[in-house]
């Protein structure tokens, strides 16, 4: 992205393997970019120094532009990457990250994308799924209350039709988004490009609103009076009658005191902040005792006093999945409400999933301390005036008042450069290895998981076509497991897949995973792909039989060089055909060990060793 925005000519320098660095030159300027992956293994935790600087999370984003200017590190811009499908509570997973970054003093993008499908069980399209127009309102009103950059950039899902491509076709921004990186990269003005992109995210706003045949989010000018009033919660309250809604679920495993609430909380009718089937409502001043009074009856026991000086949000969180799992979305619900209220209405979480019992433990040491340890609970204790707790899992329900002052966002996040790190290394390490060097042996890649990296689908290359399966399951229904790296080489007479999984440790690797990898590419490659990527034209919704030919998967497990001995070791234990075991110093080496099948994978190997340095090979045999 940021060698779209610049132009120029790039190069890759000598540079450890583990983190490349490249040169860009534009109009006499070089610029000298090092990619270091993973977060916090570098000298820098960037969490601390968020909340260090007024952000809510500890939780950073995907990736982080900074420029070292003498003895400072300047974080120029957050870049955010989405291609779930946004719809649900995935819409807004990542506002606390919005947030948070912009309080912080760091501008922030968030790539998403539009015109994804909905598979069902046999990977048939059911719908096309869109965000809840509440949510790209969210990131524009954050835009403009705190004067820093909260924008989405849309661009198309590879699996989008061509009615839905001309449906979006204004509120594409990628291009936009490229001015806004050069802009900050030279010091060039974005104020028009912030401001196109801000109009792109409230015609958004506008389509999906406007398409919705029952009255559940507010529509045309509403959302634009709205965005520019000062006090949202009292301007809800005085031009929308729309009533809250929210869908109740038997499925979450709640206490019955806490469905009863829930039910008799809709019955009263309550406003909503925009969109009424989101788990966060409104009570007006005059409200506030009667919701109080349901409380109290509830749960006598508890001593609950509601703020009643401004209207009160209600944030209602489930938190957890029925295993007592983090609901990761979740923790964004907190952040959404003030992304769009902001001061103007009190702030009540209640939360009510069967979270584990360590989760407890913790709160009875201070709502700081699990807020420390977790997310959800973070943003609670940075936004909310108070939270109601009540869990099959806790043996007493519990409600905890919290001093809040308004959130007060910083200019910009400056630290001291250190330059002076000594590397712990990861499977962060392994991936970012197994990326820069296979992608320049003549291999396509199919599938990319460094950090950063797209996940979201798997091609096949086909007489230059492409093909892509999107929405992939974690593990398939006949046991494969979803590599980390999938590349790939067409061949006159079929295909050949090298399929990887990445590790810290060998010891890691799962019993047969070489099985499952094969069996994961079987099985995905024996159903239809989602999309298709024609010869000079745009990717497009396929969900058809294809004729993929002929193929052939390798199997490859590769971790952090330990000895030897090792080696043979996990190609045996994991059924593999290669093993590809990282020795991280300078210049790394790379230890290969095959079979029969997996020794093919050596040619790709040495080919790259040709085109970029910090690294060697060395090669074991059987």
Known sequence: MIYDALGGTIRIVDSPIFMPTYEIEVSGLIFHIELLAGHGRWGVNIGNHLMDNGGILREGADSYISEVIGKEEKFVLAIEYCSALPAGNNAWQRNGRALSSVLAGVPYLFMAELGGVELNGKREVIAARKPNPIVPFSYISTTKDYANLCIPVYRPHPS?????????????????SLKVIRGLLLNEDITESISILAKKSLKLVDILSAEKKRVTTLKGKAWTEYLKSNNRANWILNNSDMVWNKKTSDKVNAPERMKDLLKQSIALRLSTIGASDIPICLIPQVRIEEFEDLLRQTYPELDICLPKDKPLA???ITGYKPTGEDSRPDRGLCPLAKMILKDSARMISIVYGPAKKKTWKLLEKGLDVLASNNGLWQSIYKICDGVLIDSVTKAEPEYIKIE???????????????????????EHDVDTAIHQILTRSGLAECLCNPPGGDWSGINYYRRGDIYRWTSLPRVSEIGGKRPDHVFQQELKDGNLFISIESKGKGSDLEDE??????????????????????????WRLYNNRADLGDYQVISVGAFIYKNENELKEQLERGNLDCILAFEFRRPSVLHILSNDNGCVLEHFVKKASKRVSGFEVKIHRL
């Open 160 to 176: 989008i039709t061509n009615e839905l491509s001309v449906f979006f076709n204004n509120i594409f921004g990628y291009t936009e």
């Open 314 to 316: 209600l944030i209602w």
């Open 404 to 426: 809040q002052e308004p959130l007060v966002a910083q200019s910009e996040l400056i630290i001291p450069y250190n330059s002076d790190y000594d590397v712990e290394h990861s």
């Open 513 to 538: 995973i070489g099985v499952n990898l094969v069996a994961y590419l079987n099985d995905l490659f024996s159903l239809v792909p989602t999309s298709i990527k024609r010869v000079n034209t745009e």
